[in-house]
């Protein structure tokens, strides 16, 4: 209501602005005219008067001057005498005076003026306790007094333009009379009220004067919807009791409204802007300031100087240059309801004006509402600055809406939007959800929660649409996104395995999910795979050693589960050696060579000692595992030659092989040949043998036929025996 106010009062304003461009004209003509009155009438470019006759001023003393000066009309309600469309120019006094009747009459459409700007006490129209008066649409200019009222009852002044007076309307005493629809520009007061009772002001426009509208020492009256612009002083109430100041439009000067010594007034739904002090109370009680728009004010948007009992409720005060609410050496006085915010120099400030330690005003109702901040933090409480130490306890903010950028809710699960919000007066709340409306009502000003159900898996965009009575509105936007954020679990936590090394990796593991099982994964691809049902196997024969595995099971939207296990592959079989046999040799004959065979799966070490003395030793991998140690050169004597075979498993296994070395047999044949004499008788023979040493075989060559077959048939035996060894390895494994 106060928005369309300040509407209308901009145009009120343009017509004011026209009229003035209209008044020039009427101006020049009338000091153009000849100081003769003529027999003419007059044109006249304001209201609607469209023509006026010239006339000296009249003066009516009685009811019967109406009739003795032949003004038509009877002096009745229905049928009051008439004096209309008269121009009148005056030197000195009044252009038209009525005193002391109490006849139904009507001055209407007349063109009044002096012949120079006065400030002395010329005027326009002079009632003086008179009852029943209406002054109706004329055009007053350049007289002391365009309109003045004094001790009468019952009177109207309406429609009137009255211009550069020094003093537009004026009434003093007067009683249940209206001043309504008037356009006033005028010097020092626009319109004078004073000292009257049960007097309305309805919808006057004033410009241009020192005091658009001055109220004084009046009582039970009424100030409505005037527009008061361009003034030092819009508007100024003194000593007024029980007067209601009711949808006025105050803009500029000094002060918008003041109202000082007074008491019991409302001040209600003005629109206060532009000026000094936008509202002004000083040594006031019990006065009332509700629903007023005061904004643009430069320094304060309301003062109240010790002011007693005084009520500031449900006013927007924002934007102000000044304070918003300046409380000064003021007691008792009440403060809640009101939208608060962005004013440049504090949005409120109570002081005591001396050291006292508690506020002396509330700025709340004491029972749960407070003021409306802009700098509103959702905070339990409000400190205002001042040295009064007080505070509004139930704070809240003008219009305040905070929800999450992006709210995430699990599919299959309702969840609860809620936004932060705030306003002091809340009127009506709405929540769509992809344009569609999902709940509206009342809004107490207070968070607003969004219940939201069955939604599936995507990206919603809802909105909370929130409004004030104030005329505030404000929207939110949220992005709720609906996904399934829950992960897969292990039906049975897998755990780490052990293997035998040479054995094959074969290990399942298995998660549920509401979703199923998109994937399983692992961490080492390079020597394992697992299958889309989570089986584990490797990919070739593992080496001895252990592996840390990662295992991950996924659902459809990418969430998992982790597991961690050790593989560790172990090797607790012993190396194996096919025994060589024992070996006996002679002493000087050639050393021979003592073979062991012997497999594992993993490299071993071997040693090899002779009577506890290293005398071999290295490491053995791949395919062949032969183990070739040469006796050497040995005496007579027997040997312990030991294997000492270890695998990478730590696995041991060790051969023991028994060398002996015999003493060289030599046989030595000593033979006596006999000498034979003969005895000739022609010739005597002597014959000598010299006798030798033959070193005999060991045995007799059949034995060694025999100890050959032996050797073989041993060498065949030892060869199945590993063959056979081998097979069982090759065909079952250890």
């Given at each position: 209501m106060a928005r369309r106010q300040v509407a209308s009062g901009s145009g009120r304003i343009l017509m004011i602005l026209a009229l003035l461009l209209l008044l020039l004209p009427l101006i020049s003509a009338v000091e153009s005219s000849s100081s003769t009155i003529e027999s003419e009438s007059v044109s006249s470019p304001f209201s609607s008067v469209t023509s006026a006759t010239p006339h000296a001023p009249i003066s009516i003393t009685s009811n019967a001057d109406f009739e003795s000066q032949g003004w038509p009309g009877s002096g009745s309600i229905d049928d009051p005498?008439?004096?209309?469309?008269?121009?009148?120019?005056?030197?000195?006094?009044?252009?038209?005076?009525?005193?002391?009747?109490?006849?139904?009459?009507v001055i209407r459409d007349c063109i009044l003026d002096v012949e120079e700007p006065d400030d002395g006490w010329t005027s326009g129209v002079l009632l003086e306790r008179v009852l029943h008066a209406r002054v109706e649409n004329c055009n007053i200019s350049r007289v002391a007094y365009g309109i003045k009222m004094i001790k009468s009852l019952e009177c109207h002044v309406s429609d009137n333009i009255l211009d550069l007076a020094k003093n537009g309307i004026e009434v003093d005493r007067v009683y249940n009379c209206s001043i309504i629809d008037n356009h006033v520009i005028g010097r020092k007061y626009g319109i004078h009220i004073?000292?009257?009772?049960?007097?309305?002001?309805?919808?006057?426009?004033?410009?241009?004067?020192?005091?658009?509208?001055?109220?004084?020492?009046?009582?039970?009256s009424f100030i409505r919807e005037n527009i008061v612009a361009d003034s030092d002083w819009a508007s100024y109430f003194y000593s007024c009791t029980n007067t209601e100041i009711m949808s006025n439009i105050f803009i500029g000067g000094q002060?918008?409204?003041?109202?000082?010594?007074?008491?019991?007034?409302?001040?209600?739904?003005?629109?206060?802007?532009?000026?000094?002090?936008?509202?002004?109370?000083?040594?006031?009680?019990?006065?009332?300031?509700?629903?007023?728009?005061?904004?643009?004010?430069?320094?304060?948007?309301?003062?109240?100087?010790r002011s007693n009992m005084c009520f500031l409720t449900r006013n927007i005060i924002e934007r102000n240059t000044g304070v918003g609410v300046h409380l000064q050496e003021s007691t008792d006085c009440w403060v809640y309801g009101n939208e608060i915010g962005w004013n440049t120099k504090g949005n409120a400030?109570?002081?005591?004006?001396?050291?006292?330690?508690?506020?002396?005003?509330?700025?709340?109702?004491?029972?749960?509402?407070?003021?409306?901040?802009?700098?509103?933090?959702?905070?339990?409480?409000?400190?205002?600055?001042?040295?009064?130490?007080?505070?509004?306890?139930?704070?809240?903010?003008?219009?305040?809406?905070?929800?999450?950028?992006?709210?995430?809710?699990?599919?299959?699960?309702?969840g609860i939007l809620q936004w932060n919000a705030s306003a002091i007066w809340p009127e009506y709340f709405e929540i769509q959800m992809e344009d569609i409306i999902i709940a509206s009502g009342a809004w107490n000003g207070k968070d607003v929660n969004a219940e939201l159900m069955g939604l599936d898996i995507g990206i919603y965009h809802c909105s909370l649409f929130v409004n004030t009575t104030s005329g505030r509105s404000k929207t939110d936007f949220v992005t709720v996104v609906v996904a399934d954020r829950t992960s897969p679990v292990w039906t049975i936590q897998p755990s780490s395995q052990e293997l035998e090394l040479g054995s094959r990796f074969d290990y399942s593991v298995a998660a549920i999910d509401s979703f199923g099982i998109a994937k399983y994964w692992?961490?080492?691809?390079?020597?394992?795979?697992?299958?889309?049902?989570?089986?584990?196997?490797?990919?070739?024969?593992?080496?001895?050693?252990?592996?840390?595995?990662?295992?991950?099971?996924?659902?459809?939207?990418?969430?998992?589960?982790?597991?961690?296990?050790?593989?560790?592959?172990?090797?607790?079989v012993k190396p194996v050696v096919i025994e060589p046999g024992d070996i006996t040799f002679v002493e000087g004959e050639a050393a021979p060579e003592i073979v062991w065979y012997a497999e594992d799966l993993s490299p071993v070490k071997f040693e090899v000692f002779k009577n506890e003395t290293l005398v071999a030793g290295g490491h053995l991998s791949g395919e062949d595992y032969t183990i070739r140690v040469s006796v050497g050169e040995l005496s007579a004597g027997v040997y312990d030659f030991v294997l000492l075979l270890t695998d990478e498993g730590g696995n041991r296994i060790e051969d023991h092989v028994t060398v002996e070395v015999l003493e060289p047999k030599t046989k030595t044949s000593i033979?006596?040949?006999?000498?034979?004499?003969?005895?000739?008788?022609?010739?005597?023979?002597?014959?000598?043998?010299?006798?030798?040493?033959?070193?005999?075989?060991?045995?007799?060559?059949?034995?060694?036929?025999?100890?050959?077959?032996?050797g073989i048939t041993l060498a065949v035996v030892i060869v199945v025996m590993f063959l056979q060894r081998r097979g069982i390895n090759s065909v079952g494994g250890r």
């Open positions: 005498f008439v004096i209309e469309g008269l121009f009148i120019r005056i030197e000195e006094g009044s252009c038209i005076s009525v005193y002391k009747t109490d006849a139904y009459f004073l000292k009257s009772n049960l007097l309305t002001a309805f919808e006057n426009h004033v410009n241009g004067a020192d005091v658009g509208i001055l109220v004084e020492d009046t009582h039970d002060v918008g409204l003041d109202i000082e010594y007074s008491s019991s007034c409302l001040v209600s739904e003005n629109v206060i802007h532009h000026a000094g002090y936008g509202a002004y109370s000083y040594s006031s009680t019990d006065c009332e300031f509700t629903r007023n728009l005061v904004h643009s004010n430069t320094i304060a948007a309301f003062y109240l100087g400030k109570d002081l005591a004006g001396s050291p006292l330690a508690a506020s002396l005003n509330h700025w709340d109702d004491e029972i749960g509402l407070g003021n409306g901040w802009s700098e509103f933090a959702f905070t339990m409480t409000y400190s205002v600055p001042g040295d009064c130490n007080a505070a509004d306890k139930y704070p809240s903010a003008i219009l305040a809406v905070i929800g999450p950028d992006i709210f995430n809710l699990e599919v299959g699960i309702d692992i961490n080492d691809t390079a020597r394992f795979d697992i299958d889309s049902i989570g089986r584990i196997t490797d990919r070739h024969v593992l080496a001895l050693g252990t592996y840390g595995l990662e295992l991950r099971a996924f659902d459809p939207s990418d969430n998992h589960c982790t597991a961690s296990i050790q593989v560790v592959v172990k090797d607790t033979t006596t040949t006999p000498t034979t004499t003969k005895t000739e008788t022609q010739t005597t023979d002597t014959s000598t043998t010299t006798s030798g040493t033959t070193t005999q075989p060991l045995g007799d060559p059949s034995m060694y036929a025999v100890s050959l077959g032996i």
